[in-house]
């Protein structure tokens, strides 16, 4: 079996490593950068720091290893795109910064505290673009603004449930008239949402649920020529086609009122 297996599949399985391997530069590094810039911020700035030193050199090894892992890896699964872009370029700015200040470290050693500005200063901006860096690799993984995701308040577009607000824009401009508070033609009154449903559930024109039963329903979709269609045809237009539907939706989710709540229940068997 192992026989079958071709250079190919161990170059694959390295290039797999990438997101574990990247997780110890990513925190050296920014040890290193809190020592030495703490050092540097307090006055200490002759020698550095043995550990800071040591959390350097390894952040740059294994750094440099994820980083070519993460260059195979992005071969095989050949993914592309501005934020892959973004995610190699400031991986590969990480690992120069990383040389540089290594270098700068060495230099720092043997000629001393001439060469703390540039040690602390290219170790600081290694740890910025490696956090950086770091930022969208997580975004490739999983999903763009997602740490801020939750803050977004999308518009809600997708999600069209009718609400009486909606619903009591169209009977205030075409039926309040003559069904709203002031006037109550055939004493019928639709507005507010209570007055429909105030009385015996029979006489109700509205019925929770079942628009196709409710005589509003059968009022506002008959022929504009008809007798009987609400409004009355000489004294206003049809309403709509959206404006039936969303009266429609509106009955069949049940008549939902102002504050969500629900019709009260019927009083009487329906008539069948
Ligand atoms: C210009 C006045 C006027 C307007 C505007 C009007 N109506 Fe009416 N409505 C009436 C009259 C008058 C009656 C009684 C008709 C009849 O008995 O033939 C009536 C009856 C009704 C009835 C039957 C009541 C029952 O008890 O069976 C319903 C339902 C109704 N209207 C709904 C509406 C709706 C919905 C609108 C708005 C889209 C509307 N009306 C707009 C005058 C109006």
């Given at each position: 079996m192992m026989l079958l297996l071709t250079m190919d599949a161990y170059w694959q399985v390295f290039g797999r490593f990438h997101p574990l391997l990247i997780h110890f530069p990513l925190a050296l590094i920014l040890v290193a950068a809190c020592i030495e810039g703490t050092r540097y911020a307090i006055g200490r700035r002759d020698q550095p720091s043995p550990t800071a030193a040591i959390c350097l050199w390894i952040g740059l090894?294994?750094?440099?290893?994820?980083?070519?892992?993460?260059?195979?890896?992005?071969?095989?699964?050949?993914?592309?795109?501005?934020?892959?872009?973004?995610?190699r370029w400031t991986g590969?700015?990480?690992?120069?910064?990383?040389?540089?200040?290594?270098?700068?470290?060495?230099?720092?050693?043997?000629?001393?505290?001439?060469?703390?500005?540039?040690?602390?200063?290219?170790?600081?901006?290694?740890?910025?673009?490696?956090?950086?860096?770091?930022?969208?690799?997580?975004?490739?993984?999983?999903?763009?603004?997602?740490?801020?995701?939750?803050?977004?308040?999308?518009?809600?577009?997708?999600?069209?449930?009718?609400?009486?607000?909606?619903?009591?824009?169209?009977?205030?401009?075409?039926?309040?008239?003559?069904?709203g508070p002031k006037r109550q033609k055939d004493g019928l009154q639709l507005v507010p949402w209570e007055k429909m449903f105030a009385g015996d559930s029979v006489d109700w024109v509205v019925v929770p649920g079942d628009a196709a039963a409710s005589r509003m329903h059968t009022l506002i979709t008959m022929p504009p020529e008809s007798e009987d269609i609400m409004p009355p045809s000489d004294k206003g237009k049809p309403l709509s086609s959206e404006q039936v539907q969303l009266l429609v939706e509106w009955i069949n989710a049940g008549a939902i009122g102002p504050g969500g709540q629900n019709p009260p229940a019927s009083q009487s068997e329906p008539v069948s």
């Amino acid at each position: 079996m192992m026989l079958l297996l071709t250079m190919d599949a161990y170059w694959q399985v390295f290039g797999r490593f990438h997101p574990l391997l990247i997780h110890f530069p990513l925190a050296l590094i920014l040890v290193a950068a809190c020592i030495e810039g703490t050092r540097y911020a307090i006055g200490r700035r002759d020698q550095p720091s043995p550990t800071a030193a040591i959390c350097l050199w390894i952040g740059l090894v294994m750094g440099g290893l994820a980083l070519w892992a993460g260059w195979v890896l992005a071969d095989y699964t050949g993914e592309e795109g501005a934020l892959v872009s973004l995610h190699r370029w400031t991986g590969v700015a990480t690992i120069s910064l990383l040389v540089l200040a290594a270098a700068a470290l060495l230099m720092r050693q043997w000629k001393g505290r001439d060469w703390a500005a540039p040690h602390v200063g290219l170790t600081l901006l290694a740890a910025v673009t490696v956090a950086i860096c770091g930022h969208f690799g997580g975004e490739m993984v999983w999903g763009e603004n997602w740490i801020f995701g939750p803050l977004n308040v999308a518009p809600q577009q997708s999600k069209q449930v009718a609400e009486w607000s909606s619903v009591e824009s169209i009977l205030v401009d075409h039926c309040q008239k003559c069904h709203g508070p002031k006037r109550q033609k055939d004493g019928l009154q639709l507005v507010p949402w209570e007055k429909m449903f105030a009385g015996d559930s029979v006489d109700w024109v509205v019925v929770p649920g079942d628009a196709a039963a409710s005589r509003m329903h059968t009022l506002i979709t008959m022929p504009p020529e008809s007798e009987d269609i609400m409004p009355p045809s000489d004294k206003g237009k049809p309403l709509s086609s959206e404006q039936v539907q969303l009266l429609v939706e509106w009955i069949n989710a049940g008549a939902i009122g102002p504050g969500g709540q629900n019709p009260p229940a019927s009083q009487s068997e329906p008539v069948s």
